[in-house]
């Protein structure tokens, strides 16, 4: 009998048993940081198509946000976080995406061309946006929900049955 095993009696030491729980500071970190990048991701999406950002980078940022709830708290954390399934999600976005891109070729006859918006709001007074936002916003879509259903697969338990 090693040593090792004479010194613990055979039974298992308390810090064996606290490696699989996960880390009460990173869970708290992770959980005042989440909202914080989800506001950052936002915002780099709305100034993403005047300036270096938009959908694909805001998408990436609310990914990592997933990523890190997911090592602070384990898969059921991942999927409390984003309450609608991520199918939907990348469905939605590809359809904007999608829908915006064709809109060009409707209207004028090329595709992807970028047309300017203007509405005014009683509370906000007059909005100006162009369609490549919506563009940006179907990017955002799909890059979410591609990647989060990746880190849905990823994160499952491997079943008994899998490889035979």
Avoid at 46 to 59: A, D, K, T
Avoid at 86 to 108: C, I, K, Q, R, Y
Wanted: aromatic share 10%; no cysteine; hydrophobic share 50%.
């Amino acid at each position: 009998m090693s040593e090792w095993t004479e010194q613990t009696n055979g039974s298992t030491s308390d810090l064996d048993q606290e490696i699989g729980r996960p880390s009460m500071v990173l869970d708290v970190v992770v959980r005042a940081e989440f909202h914080a990048l989800l506001v950052a991701s936002l915002w780099l999406l709305f100034v993403g198509h005047n300036l270096p950002g938009g959908g694909f980078v805001g998408g990436l940022v609310v990914v990592a946000a997933f990523g890190l709830r997911l090592a602070a708290g384990g898969s059921a954390e991942l999927l409390k976080s984003l309450r609608i399934r991520s199918e939907v999600v990348l469905s939605l976005g590809l359809l904007v995406a999608t829908g915006t891109a064709l809109l060009g070729l409707v209207n004028d006859g090329t595709l992807l061309q970028s047309r300017e918006l203007h509405v005014t709001l009683p509370w906000l007074g007059e909005i100006a946006t162009s369609s490549a936002f919506f563009f940006d916003l179907g990017v955002y879509l799909v890059v979410v929900g591609s990647f989060h259903w990746l880190l849905e697969v990823f994160s499952e338990p491997e079943s008994e049955g899998d490889f035979e």
